[in-house]
């Protein structure tokens, strides 16, 4: 899909234009007025995707602001949330992965059959890999130098 020659993403807004576009060419029938027309429509149409990203931009600007103010706090239940997480994550795979199996090991040797329950680490990884996905695209940009 294009306008005015330019590629155009198959969005609601292009296919606004796009219809716009071919009503101005029969509304208009001057080539050079319904071309003034056409990029007249182009522009507030860019002027609205610019606005949603400057809008997307101020909401995440305004959102850092929160998180560094959470991170200077010394209050642990404001400051203390992310890493509480954290910890509460490596907590369950260290006794999933380490401690239950040496434990269920220790027992047997001393035959008992007790049975050690492990944690829902189901529930809990998609909290830990988002954790880490954040934290490897923040060490990524840091080693690019991205501010």
């Not at 959470?70 to 239940?77: D, V, W």
């Not at 997480?85 to 027992?107: E, K, R, S």
């Not at 890999?129 to 990524?140: I, K, P, Q, S």
């Amino acid at each position: 899909m294009s306008f005015l020659g330019l590629p155009l993403a198959g969005t609601v807004v292009g296919g606004i234009a796009d219809l716009v576009g071919r009503v101005i060419d029969r509304v208009i029938p001057d080539p050079k007025a319904a071309a003034d027309a056409k990029i007249k429509l182009l522009d507030m149409q860019q002027k609205g995707e610019l606005a949603q990203l400057a809008a997307d931009t101020e909401l995440l600007k305004g959102q850092l602001a929160i998180n560094t103010e959470e991170a200077k706090s010394t209050n642990i239940f404001v400051a203390g949330w992310r890493p509480g997480i954290g910890w509460t994550c490596a907590i369950v795979m260290f006794f999933n992965y380490v401690f239950a199996p040496l434990l269920t090991f220790a027992l047997h040797l001393a035959h008992n059959d007790t049975t050690i329950p492990t944690l829902d680490f189901v529930t809990i990884s998609p909290v830990l890999l988002a954790m880490l996905g954040y934290g490897g695209a923040r060490t990524y940009e840091k080693v690019k130098g991205v501010a």
